[in-house]
C-alpha cells in the first residue's frame, strides 16, 4: 500500500477549504498531514483524527492576514519540513507547497495562485502596507512558480481556477472540482418545515474579510421587507454587525449542524463575491435552497441559471456587484416558480464519492489527467 502526505497550507478556520482536506482524508485515511499552523491544535487533531505536523515556529502564523504580511517567512518555515512519502498531496494555493519532500509522486491541487502575490488588491486593504509589501511580493514571484513547476501533476478546483494558474503563474492544470460533504448536512432534512414567517428571511455565509465585498449586501437589503442572516467569522465581524440594518442578523461563526438548518430553511442562499469556487452554494442546493448568485465565472461552472433551464434551474444571476442589482434580483427571486426537489437533484453531480474515485484513480494511475 502506498504512504501519503496531504499538506494543507494553515487549519485556522473552519470553511470549504478545510472541508476539502477532510475528503482527501477520507480518500485516504491512513494519510499523514502537514500544515504550517492548526488553532487551536487540539481541536483540529480531533477532527482531523491524527497530529498535524507543523514546522517550528509554524504557532507564531495565528491569521491569514499574518500569513499574507510575512508569507517570505511562511514559505522557509514550510520548506524546513521534511515529508518522505511515496505520495505527496499538497493542497495549496499558499505556503503549504514549499514543503520538501522526497516522494516517487508529487501532486499539486490548488484553489487559486496566492493571491497576496498577484492580486493583493483582494486580501490587504492598505494601500500604504500593499506599497511596503510589493518588492517582496514581486521577488517571491519567481519563486513562488518555480515551486509550482516542481509538481509532476497539478490540478486546479474550477476552470476560472485553471485560467488564473496559467495567467499568473505559467503552469497549465486540469480541473478536479471539489465536492460538499452530503453526509455532514444530510441532518437538516429531518427538520420539520419551518412557518411561512420563519421562512421569510434570506441567508449568506462568508468569510467576513474585505476581499468577499459584502458591504453592498447589507445595502441592497437596508429598506427592504426581507431579512438576511450573515453567517461566518472574520476581521470586518463587528464592523458589519455596527453597519448593519436591524433587518440584517450577523450571526458570526455557527457550528455545522446549527448552519445546515439555517440553509434549509432559507428562501435563497445570497451569494455576492467573485470567487474560483464554494462549497456553500452546493450544499444549500442539496438541500433544496436555490441561490441568487453573482454571476462570476465559477458560479456560472456550479450552477443552472433558471434562465436557460427553466424548472432544473437551482440559481439566478445578477451581472454587477452593486446594491440595486442585487436588489432587483431578490424581487425577480419571488416571481420564479422553484421546484425544491430539481434543486435538491442538481447537488448529485458534485457528491463526495465521485470526487474520492477520481483522486484514488490519480494516486493510483487510473485517472491520467493533470498538468
Excluded at 174 to 191: D, H, K, S, Y
Excluded at 260 to 287: K, Q
Aim: aromatic residues 10%.
Amino acid at each position: 500500500m502506498k504512504s501519503i502526505a496531504i499538506v494543507y497550507d494553515k487549519f485556522l478556520v473552519q470553511g470549504g477549504g478545510e472541508r476539502v482536506c477532510e475528503m482527501l482524508l477520507e480518500a485516504f485515511p491512513d494519510a499523514s498531514i502537514y500544515a504550517l499552523n492548526a488553532r487551536p491544535r487540539a481541536f483540529w487533531e480531533a477532527r482531523l483524527g491524527r497530529p498535524v505536523v507543523s514546522p517550528v515556529l509554524g504557532w507564531l502564523f495565528a491569521s491569514r492576514a499574518l500569513v499574507t504580511a510575512l508569507y517570505p517567512l511562511a514559505a522557509l518555515l514550510m520548506a524546513t519540513l521534511r515529508i518522505k512519502a511515496d505520495v505527496v498531496i499538497a493542497y495549496s494555493s499558499t505556503c503549504g507547497k514549499y514543503a520538501h519532500w522526497d516522494s516517487s509522486q508529487s501532486i499539486l491541487y490548488s484553489n487559486y495562485p496566492n493571491r497576496g502575490l498577484y492580486q493583493p488588491e483582494k486580501v490587504i486593504a492598505s494601500r500604504f502596507l500593499r506599497a511596503v509589501l510589493a518588492p517582496i511580493m514581486a521577488l517571491m514571484r519567481p519563486i513562488e512558480r518555480r515551486q509550482i513547476a516542481r509538481y509532476q501533476r497539478t490540478y486546479s478546483i474550477s476552470e476560472a481556477s485553471r485560467r488564473a494558474m496559467l495567467d499568473f503563474a505559467g503552469v497549465d492544470s486540469a480541473v478536479l472540482m471539489p465536492p460538499f460533504n452530503e453526509q455532514g448536512i444530510e441532518a437538516a432534512r429531518t427538520i420539520a418545515p419551518p412557518s411561512p414567517a420563519a421562512e421569510d428571511y434570506f441567508v449568506l455565509v462568508s468569510r467576513l474579510e474585505p476581499e468577499k465585498e459584502l458591504d453592498y449586501v447589507i445595502e441592497a437589503f437596508r429598506g427592504s421587507p426581507h431579512r438576511l442572516k450573515l453567517i461566518g467569522k472574520g476581521s470586518l465581524l463587528e464592523t458589519l454587525r455596527r453597519a448593519s440594518p436591524s433587518n440584517v442578523e450577523v450571526l458570526g461563526f455557527i457550528p455545522d449542524d446549527v448552519l445546515a438548518h439555517e440553509l434549509a430553511g432559507a428562501r435563497a442562499l445570497i451569494f455576492p463575491s467573485d470567487i474560483e469556487y464554494s462549497l456553500v452554494p452546493l450544499e444549500a442546493t442539496f438541500l433544496g435552497t436555490p441561490v441568487i448568485s453573482y454571476a462570476a465565472p465559477a458560479l456560472r461552472e456550479i450552477l443552472l441559471d433558471v434562465a436557460t433551464h427553466g424548472r432544473a434551474g437551482n440559481a439566478i444571476f445578477f451581472t454587477e456587484r452593486s446594491a440595486p442589482a442585487l436588489a432587483e434580483a431578490v424581487a425577480r427571486f419571488d416571481s420564479i416558480d422553484w421546484d425544491a426537489e430539481a434543486v435538491r437533484a442538481s447537488a448529485a453531480r458534485f457528491g463526495r464519492a465521485a470526487f474520492i474515485d477520481r483522486v484514488q484513480g490519480i494516486v493510483n494511475g487510473l485517472d491520467d489527467t493533470g498538468a
